[in-house]
């Protein structure tokens, strides 16, 4: 049937003050928008509710008889909510996520504090470390699970995809670069580049795209972790490349991303744990939680654009 809850609590108001007019103000609707909602109802239900005239509104007898049925209806649907309100009040405990610093800034804070909200009492403890790192935690029971890009060939290690992100070119807004819409790898060579160090497993992924290239960027300052990278970038130091993820959306006031191509280079982050073993109630809840948005934010991190305008001594290339 095409109706929903509005329309019965709307049903329910006139029926228990007998006049579109304080009912509407009881709602803090209009009279035309109660009326429609009344009108809905009774179309869906396919009787008449109310007998109406210019000056009185009076309840059919089939009215009548629905009353004590809609007020059931929204009795058990307010004790339903009450029953699901309290069962997450009652959930606490610890939840131990590793993850890789680049989920950090501007992946993980927003789920995180959608959970905090539903489940206050639950404390979350992040282990922010290299993608080894995250691996061994989760393998030894230092983390419930992690949030990383390495692990779906392990075979104790279960990986569930989350989304596939591509490496972009970091820049702040006043760097010459800042305004292409995309920009190939041979392009860098004339800049300060900044970049991760051997052993990072970002930087493996880069070193394994440019293995075929003919020209890469010379670095003059490496860091450990993606986080003190983008940071250097910000601070107008020179520029880097970075996944998309570690960087903050369109439009931000000091940054810039940039799409990079030829090569491209891309990783897919996912959800690890280990494969057999039941996690706690509080860490379910959260694994579940990032796994049903893995649709929600593929969009929004995949699909991003980076920086606005057009090159200066090069033609315009197609936004991503």
Request: glycine share 8%; with cysteine.
């Amino acid at each position: 049937m095409n109706f929903d809850l509005s329309d019965l609590r709307a049903f329910l108001a006139v029926a228990d003050f007998g006049s579109l007019r304080a009912a509407s103000d009881n709602l803090h609707l209009s009279q035309s928008a109660l009326s429609r909602r009344i009108d809905k109802l009774e179309a869906a239900l396919g009787v008449k509710l109310f007998s109406r005239t210019t000056r009185k509104v009076e309840l059919t007898m089939i009215g009548r008889t629905f009353v004590p049925k809609a007020r059931s209806v929204m009795r058990e649907l307010q004790d339903a909510l009450v029953g699901i309100q309290d069962a997450s009040e009652r959930i606490s405990g610890q939840v131990a996520l590793a993850c890789v610093p680049s989920a950090v800034g501007y992946f993980l804070p927003t789920a995180i504090r959608q959970f905090h909200a539903q489940y206050p009492r639950v404390r979350m403890r992040l282990i922010d470390e290299a993608t080894a790192d995250v691996l061994l935690a989760v393998a030894r029971g230092d983390a419930d699970f992690g949030v990383t890009y390495i692990g779906s060939q392990e075979p104790d290690i279960d990986f569930q995809p989350l989304l596939k992100e591509s490496f972009v070119v970091a820049c702040s807004v006043g760097h010459r670069l800042a305004k292409y819409k995309r920009i190939k790898w041979k392009e860098l060579a004339d800049d300060d580049y900044i970049t991760l160090a051997q052993g990072s497993g970002n930087r493996f992924l880069i070193d394994q795209a440019l293995s075929q290239a003919p020209v890469g960027p010379r670095w003059f300052c490496e860091v450990r972790h993606v986080p003190a990278l983008v940071s250097l970038v910000e601070a107008g130091l020179g520029i880097g490349v970075v996944p998309r993820l570690a960087m903050p959306p369109r439009g931000h006031s000091t940054l810039v991303s940039i799409p990079l191509e030829e090569p491209e280079v891309t990783r897919t982050i996912g959800l690890i744990k280990r494969r057999g073993r039941e996690l706690v109630p509080a860490a379910q809840l959260f694994y579940d939680m990032l796994l049903d948005g893995a649709v929600g934010q593929q969009t929004k991190v995949a699909g991003k654009p980076g920086a606005r305008g057009v090159p200066r001594k090069h033609p315009p290339r197609a936004a991503e």
